[in-house]
């Protein structure tokens, strides 16, 4: 069997087409988010307001 380090996963915001780094990640509830607003659900609308991203909740 062979093992696999992920080191990089998309944003768990259906609507977010950030990728991050483990590392980096928001996690809440298992899932790993780019930022706060993806993490919380986008209470306000609020975009990532990362460079391409459209995602607002």
Avoid: L, N, Y
Wanted: aromatic fraction near 2%; hydrophobic fraction near 30%; charge should be negative.
């Amino acid at each position: 069997m062979t093992s696999v380090d992920v080191e990089m996963v998309k944003c768990a915001c259906p609507d977010c087409v950030c990728v991050i780094s483990v590392g980096q990640a928001i996690t809440r509830d298992g899932k790993a988010f780019c930022c706060d607003e993806c993490a919380d659900g986008h209470p306000d609308h609020q975009g990532c307001d990362h460079a391409g991203c459209t995602c607002h909740g």
